[in-house]
């Protein structure tokens, strides 16, 4: 079993920053790609950003230039800087991880979730 714990959430006003966390704990022998996804009320889950093992990133249109995604591997820990933030940036953000753990089984797993309101 793999486990994901998300943080960082919160309210900002507009232009405002915040960094999100995804920490992966458990039987973990290897993760490949991360992403974080958002759902806005009312709306269908969409792609914001995943990070693949060596580093290769990819962004949605409307988050691009400004959310930073990276990882630590050695933590096993995904981050999502935000920057410049919107209010339609306002979301709750899920974290996603390919995980293959010490038996050999490869699945995907999701964070609980973390609200992120852009408000003033």
């Known amino acids: 079993q793999v486990q994901l714990v998300e943080s960082g959430g919160g309210l900002v006003q507009p232009g405002g920053s915040l960094r999100l966390s995804c920490a992966a704990s458990?039987?973990?022998?290897?993760?490949?790609?991360m992403g974080w996804y958002r759902q806005k009320p009312g709306k269908e889950r969409e792609f914001v950003a995943t990070?693949?093992?060596?580093?290769?990133?990819k962004y949605g249109d409307s988050v691009k230039g400004r959310f930073t995604i990276s990882r630590d591997n050695v933590k096993n820990t995904m981050y999502l800087q935000m920057n410049s933030l919107k209010p339609e940036d306002t979301a709750v953000y899920y974290c996603?991880?390919?995980?293959?753990?010490?038996?050999?089984?490869?699945?995907?797993?999701w964070g609980q979730g973390t609200q992120v309101t852009v408000s003033s």
């Open positions: 996603h991880v390919r995980a293959t753990g010490i038996w050999g089984n490869t699945d995907d797993y």
């Open positions: 458990g039987n973990i022998a290897s993760i490949g790609t």
């Open positions: 990070i693949t093992g060596s580093g290769s990133t």
